[in-house]
């Protein structure tokens, strides 16, 4: 018990340090908190506001929509779709950003095209506030989508059956049968992807818009200002904590019993065919997240590829192969980090796991085990800037109170620091993995283990491991493809002269190498692939 408190309490430690921060609030500090508040944190709070309202509502809107066309009527390309429009779970937002500026500014294919038959065409710019909104609400909608398609799979279709039964129209159908059963699943889809455009750094640097993760990275690197930092971290910090508040008492309060079993064959449960000019706008409907989330972007990419490609052939000098090789060690430290954090998320997910299913407990410590794992799970909802900031701040202090310590040089100069980012960052997607999977193995097996003499340990080795493999699996691979993704947390804390996939990305497409910047890219959005394929194939199973 004691050890597992002390991991838990490791991974929230972080979150701690930020709200330490208070702490030190002398008149300098409060000084330097009014003169954000005179200066930056303005354009902090409306851009960053902005973005969440604007997200929130598209996301909310492209989600339902593709969920339920897909869900409750039948149409001709209705199984592609069903599993295409989780592809944009593929893309991050900020390489669908270098793809959209190639292909929109003024110099791009589209405005050059565009111009020679209408002269001084000028589109508006996508490196700007709309343009971000538009890019996120594109490759975010599948959080909405894919939990109001599960929750309109499980009780939808008999219901809008029953009404049509008793003569209420379509329209009426989805406005007041469908769409609030699918409400709870949509506001958590949204919420997620609320945190997510609160969590980015790619989008919001390269188009130089002013929120709060590119303000605390201005903060820590361009201003040498660690209470600076630490304050947009704690400001931020607080608006996901109330965000995750009122999602949790949103998801309490709006709850429908699960009718299972009916969904069948039944002639009554069959979906609503689709025809004619419906039929051409559900495929509307559904086919335009795609391309615009994910097969565009892709097709932007492999021509920055190809074109970066033929430049390096018509010149002797960029095909001594040393681009590769740089590729080659991007890609080595991506996938070394991903595989480390991933071992290391599924071995603490299982150590919290099997600790909270133990029925030895004292009421006391497993409420405070409880606790300190839900402070833990917290740090998926946080980006990652903060808790890089999380980490060095108090590293900051300790360096102060003791010069000679060299737990800094640990942090900074090596792989240490980010690992433990990492962890921070992504342990609770391990932990809800590993807790899915011991929710399907009854406690009486462990009861009736412990009655044949065998230890904790054996349990858990001989037993527990052969029925976790799968959901031990899903969380390395999850993981895995989170810390590839990762940006913020990676340019804060990589140690020197150790650049991974997104940070070369980031920094080509910051230099508008876009061409090089492309196979990077790709590389990620192939990685991204990977649970999407999962996703398809247990909602396939089921």
């Not at 031990?472 to 002269?497: C, I, Q, S, Y």
Request: aromatic content about 10%; some cysteine.
């Amino acid at each position: 018990m004691p050890l597992i408190a002390l991991i838990a309490l490791l991974i929230a430690l972080p979150l701690l340090g930020i709200g330490g921060a208070w702490l030190r609030l002398d008149a300098q500090a409060i000084a330097l908190l009014s003169q954000q508040m005179q200066t930056v944190l303005p354009a902090y709070l409306a851009t960053s506001a902005w973005l969440a309202l604007a997200v929130t509502a598209g996301v909310v809107v492209v989600g339902a929509a593709t969920a339920v066309a897909v869900s409750l009527f039948e149409f001709r390309g209705r199984r592609f779709f069903q599993w295409a429009l989780l592809l944009p779970m593929a893309m991050p937002a900020y390489v669908s950003a270098y793809a959209y500026t190639d292909f929109l500014q003024y110099s791009g294919v589209l405005q050059s095209s565009l111009r020679q038959l209408i002269p001084g065409l000028r589109l508006p710019e996508i490196r700007s506030l709309p343009g971000a909104i538009f890019l996120f609400i594109f490759t975010l909608y599948p959080y909405t989508y894919l939990l109001a398609r599960s929750a309109l799979n499980e009780r939808g279709v008999h219901l809008m059956e029953a009404a049509r039964l008793l003569g209420m129209p379509l329209a009426a159908r989805i406005r007041h049968v469908a769409l609030p059963l699918a409400r709870p699943a949509l506001m958590a889809g949204a919420a997620l992807a609320l945190m997510e455009t609160l969590a980015d750094y790619g989008v919001g640097a390269y188009f130089g818009l002013s929120t709060f993760t590119t303000g605390i990275y201005k903060a820590w690197l361009v201003m040498d200002s660690q209470m600076a930092a630490a304050q947009l971290a704690s400001v931020l910090l607080a608006i996901v904590a109330l965000l995750l508040w009122v999602e949790r008492k949103g998801q309490q309060r709006m709850r429908f019993s699960s009718v299972r079993g009916q969904r069948g064959g039944a002639p009554e449960t069959r979906l609503a065919p689709l025809s004619g000019w419906r039929g051409l706008l559900a495929w509307l409907v559904c086919g335009l997240p795609i391309a615009l989330g994910f097969v565009l972007p892709v097709l932007i990419l492999l021509r920055l590829m190809w074109r970066e490609f033929l430049h390096q052939e018509s010149d002797p000098y960029l095909t001594s192969g040393v681009d590769l090789l740089r590729y080659a060690g991007w890609a080595w430290n991506s996938f070394r980090f991903g595989a480390i954090a991933a071992v290391l998320a599924v071995a603490v997910a299982l150590a919290l796991s099997y600790v909270q299913r133990s029925r030895g407990l004292p009421p006391f410590k497993l409420w405070l085990l409880r606790l300190l794992t839900r402070m833990a799970a917290m740090g998926y909802a946080v980006p990652g800037s903060v808790i890089a900031v999380g980490i060095l701040l108090p590293l900051a202090w300790l360096q102060a109170l003791s010069p000679q310590n060299q737990v800094g040089i640990l942090v900074t100069a090596t792989s240490f620091g980010i690992l433990y980012a990492y962890l921070v960052r992504f342990s609770a997607v391990a932990v809800q993995s590993i807790e899915a999977g011991y929710a399907r193995i009854p406690a009486t097996l462990d009861e009736a283990a412990r009655t044949l003499g065998s230890s904790g340990w054996r349990i858990a080795r001989v037993l527990h491991a052969p029925l976790l493999w799968r959901s031990m699996a899903t969380a390395f691979l999850m993981v895995f493809v989170d810390v590839v993704k990762e940006l913020p947390a990676t340019l804060l804390l990589r140690p020197f002269n150790t650049d991974t996939l997104a940070v070369i990305a980031h920094n080509l497409a910051r230099d508008e190498r876009l061409g090089e910047a492309a196979l990077p890219a790709l590389t990620i959005v192939a990685v991204g692939l990977i649970p999407v394929l999962l996703v398809t194939k247990a909602l396939n199973q089921r």
